[in-house]
């Protein structure tokens, strides 16, 4: 019904075509709930009508008539039609209570099931404060915009409708004045809606900013306060809670706009009845009941008219955070998962890449035509510059992104053929920034296999050299581990993300820096780890220290995307090129660790 009163333009990105699809994807699966509180709102309408009605006859017949039985009577009626409107009005806010959670809830599984599906390029150009203010402003903006329909359509407008059908019946000519007035303040009204629109854009932007000032508070603490950064932050905070003030006291101005001009409206329709119906009974000699009656019917519509009024711009306001929403939830994953492909199947473990071209979005190539092959079973090392991309390889290996030219085979079967899944449990992943997730240590392990025992994943973090500090920690295998994880240094970390890798026990290892940032003591216990982990598996390794890729039995040198060397050690030693000159400044300086600082990043 409410409907009715939006534009229906083919755009879906229009108000009628958001909350036809809102409706269709959200509120379908609650249409018989919906039917019912539409039904006790109905009820509720109803009883207004009833009571406006009754007021002709207690003038007319209980004041005037003196009729006292009939006094008894109406406020019997009165009281049961009280009762009834409470208890319906009861039953239709539960009901759309417990509707609108349902729809929250498969509001926010939706976008956060889409989150998953989508790969790295979108968590690249994405900002997290940006998807945490979707997740936790727009499925309340779906809600909103059903709520609001359905109780305008139940209460309001069916309201509104009883009340004119008592008017009709008591004065025509009188509710002619009511029923002309509405399209007059819906016109006005429309001319609200655009603004609200706009501004209610910038306040969820806004809201999103407020967010992220959040998050770098929260994960950047030391910097902020190694940096005294404190008022630097609090100015740009101020900043971001002061914009979304501005645009909520925006929006509330222009929903608060819509009451004077109802408040104007129904007051001259008051006083037009108040004229014409006095004019009546004092030279026409009509009963005065069925002027009370009109004015009794005008008062009890005051409320909904000025809640309908509103309504409109309640609606455009909430459908932004509903077109965010959709915005999400059509985002689509940019490569094909090929769910129905054939599984990848692990002999050797050999990786190839052929004549692989990559550029990463908006970007200039990093690969042209590159070639490369770690060995099944063996450890391939790469080393280089910071951005000559290694890290890009550990990408397309993961299938984190699709290559642009070219392709990528594991054991002769190209990996963009294969079940996305299957090809990332073949590869285990240990990176320098180890996450660790807001659970025990048992199930941060696990992660690697969730349905290991207890006995395996023990029998990993032996492995992984972490069972010892493990054990030392309060609760052992049970210690809930924080957000930052910031009980454990970063050797343990990197410990536990070992224990996961071994856990996974995938044939394909592969190591991005796994080591950068650790200390000599640190490094030889994570060392020993890795030694576990590599023997009989395919490692491909991302070296800063090359201490840590003497043995290994290709090293591969990157620069500005191509392999300029390769060879083992002494090979490449013997040729006194870029990794000859990378070594000596490592290994042949008096303060070996201070000249590996300085070298260039692996």
Request: aromatic residues 6%.
């Amino acid at each position: 019904m409410l409907l009715r009163l939006l534009p229906r333009p083919t755009d879906p990105d229009s108000a009628y075509g958001l909350i036809s699809r809102l409706m269709r994807e959200f509120g379908r699966r609650y249409t018989g709930r919906y039917l019912l509180a539409l039904l006790l709102l109905g009820v509720a309408a109803a009883t207004n009508g009833v009571v406006a009605w009754l007021v002709s006859d207690v003038v007319d017949k209980v004041f005037i008539g003196k009729n006292a039985v009939l006094l008894f009577g109406i406020a019997g009626i009165v009281f049961v039609v009280s009762v009834v409107r409470g208890v319906v009005t009861f039953g239709s806010t539960m009901l759309l209570t417990r509707v609108g959670n349902g729809i929250v809830a498969n509001a926010q599984a939706k976008m956060f099931d889409r989150v998953l599906s989508l790969g790295i390029d979108f968590h690249d150009r994405t900002h997290s404060s940006d998807l945490i203010t979707r997740m936790s402003t727009n499925a309340n903006a779906a809600r909103q915009v059903l709520d609001t329909i359905i109780t305008s359509a139940g209460r309001d407008f069916l309201t509104l409708i009883a009340l004119i059908v008592v008017m009709l019946i008591q004065s025509p000519i009188l509710a002619v004045v009511v029923i002309v007035i509405g399209p007059l303040a819906l016109f006005s009204i429309n001319r609200l809606v655009r603004s609200v629109r706009t501004v209610a854009t910038e306040e969820y932007r806004s809201l999103g900013r407020v967010v992220a000032s959040m998050q770098e508070a929260a994960l950047g603490a030391r910097v902020i306060k190694a940096f005294n950064l404190e008022p630097i932050m609090r100015e740009r905070m101020d900043s971001s809670i002061k914009a979304v003030r501005n645009r909520a006291n925006r929006i509330a101005l222009q929903t608060a706009r819509a009451g004077p001009l109802m408040e104007i409206l129904s007051g001259s329709a008051l006083a037009a009845i108040i004229l014409f119906g006095g004019y009546s009974i004092i030279y026409l000699g009509q009963k005065p009941g069925a002027f009370m009656g009109m004015i009794a019917a005008v008062i009890l519509a005051a409320d909904p008219a000025r809640r309908l009024g509103r309504t409109r711009i309640q609606i455009e306001a909430g459908l932004v955070g509903v077109r965010m929403m959709f915005e999400l939830l059509d985002q689509k994953p940019s490569f094909d998962a090929n769910p129905d492909g054939p599984d990848l199947v692990i002999s050797t473990g050999e990786v190839v890449f052929d004549k692989v071209d990559f550029a990463y979005a908006g970007g200039s190539p990093l690969f042209r035509g590159l070639d490369f092959r770690a060995a099944g079973g063996r450890m391939t090392a790469l080393v280089g510059p910071s951005g000559s991309g290694k890290s890009t390889i550990i990408a397309l290996i993961e299938r984190f992104y699709d290559v642009d030219g070219g392709h990528i085979a594991i054991d002769g079967q190209k990996t963009s053929k294969v079940k996305l899944d299957s090809l990332r449990r073949a590869l285990s992943l240990v990176s320098q920034d180890t996450v660790l997730f807001r659970d025990t240590v048992r199930q941060n392990i696990r992660i690697g296999r969730p349905d290991a025992s207890d006995a395996e994943v023990e029998a990993a973090a032996r492995d992984a050299n972490a069972h010892d500090f493990i054990l030392g920690m309060a609760n052992g295998y049970e210690t809930q581990l924080g957000g930052e994880n910031i009980q454990l240094s970063g050797g343990q970390r990197q410990r536990l993300a070992i224990a996961r890798a071994m856990l996974r026990n995938a044939p394909i290892v592969l190591l991005d820096e796994a080591t950068s940032s650790l200390d000599t003591e640190s490094e030889r216990q994570v060392q020993i780890a890795f030694n576990r982990l590599m023997a009989g598996r395919t490692t491909i390794v991302i070296a800063h220290r090359l201490s840590t890729v003497l043995g290994a039995h290709r090293i591969c040198v990157l620069v500005d995307g191509r392999i300029v060397e390769q060879g083992r050690h002494a090979e490449l030693l013997a040729t006194g090129g870029r990794y000859a000159r990378l070594y000596r400044l490592q290994f042949e300086s008096q303060d070996p660790d201070a000249l590996s600082e300085s070298a260039p990043a692996a």
